[in-house]
């Protein structure tokens, strides 16, 4: 009875394994599409109209989609079918997400800032090569180019990007502070006061020390990867 148990208790693990895998597979590949068909759209806007105006309503509605699917990654660190830190997932998922719905969508001098394409851009290049080296990874053996792409470009991209988004937030803060925009003054029914302005200073001066932190990390990873990689081992990392 007991081999029984422990035989059906195997198989159901293999199942869902297997479930959890193509899964992944399917969200993975989802977001290389997503994020290729935007990369693409977006160089294409910006060679053809030399301008940053309308660049947003070309690709925003697509961009605030892919982007805020990325919350699913937190969720897969919790539930345990990526092991990756959940902590470190968060950070890295909701500064992007805030980016879209906090500070792009709803102020449009945003909208046309010479930082938005930097920031398109970096989040294209990053997302194309992290999501199709995580299909590939779940599939088989990446190929060593998308392997050293996935962990080398980061040292340029990921700076572009926060640049990116840093400048987004500067300019938005002139009219988040004559709006008062998402901010909750006193009295109120709440009996709660709320500054967004100064939510986004502090945002801005958490990148101080969160930034290193993460690039650090992804520092260790790149070691710990194209290292092993280089003696003939790989490992699955997500």
């Known amino acids: 009875m007991s081999n029984e148990k422990s035989n059906r208790s195997a198989s159901d693990g293999k199942e869902m394994a297997a479930l959890s895998k193509a899964y992944l597979v399917l969200y993975n590949g989802v977001q290389t599409a ?3 068909y935007l990369l693409v759209k977006t160089l294409k806007y910006l060679l053809e109209n030399q301008a940053v105006a309308g660049l947003w ?6 961009v605030t989609f892919f982007q805020s699917l990325a919350a699913l990654e937190v969720i897969h660190c919790m539930i345990g079918i990526v092991p990756s830190s959940t902590l470190v997932t968060l950070m890295q998922v909701f500064s992007r997400v ?9 102020i449009e001098k945003v909208q046309i800032c010479p930082f938005l394409p930097l920031t398109l851009i970096a989040w294209g290049v990053t997302e194309v090569i992290r999501y199709s080296y995580y ?23 990921y700076p572009a990007g926060v640049s990116g988004e840093l ?3 500067l300019y938005s803060l002139e009219t988040i502070r004559r709006k ?3 901010s909750l003054a006193l009295p109120n029914s ?10 986004c200073l502090f945002l801005m001066a958490s990148y101080v020390p969160i930034f290193p932190h993460l690039y650090s990390h992804m520092l260790r990873q790149r070691k710990k990867i194209l290292g ?8 699955k990392v997500q």
Do not use: H
């Open 180 to 182: 008062q925009l998402f």
């Open 98 to 106: 805030f980016m879209v719905w906090g500070i792009i969508r709803p």
């Open 57 to 62: 309503n070309e690709c925003g509605t697509s």
């Open 167 to 169: 400048g987004n937030i």
């Open 190 to 199: 709440y009996n709660i006061s709320f500054s967004y302005f100064y939510f």
């Open 34 to 36: 997503g994020w290729s």
């Open 135 to 157: 299909c590939a990874n779940l599939t088989g053996t990446p190929p060593k180019p998308l392997t050293w792409c996935r962990y080398t470009f980061f040292m340029g991209l």
């Open 228 to 235: 092993t990689s280089s003696k003939g081992t790989d490992k």
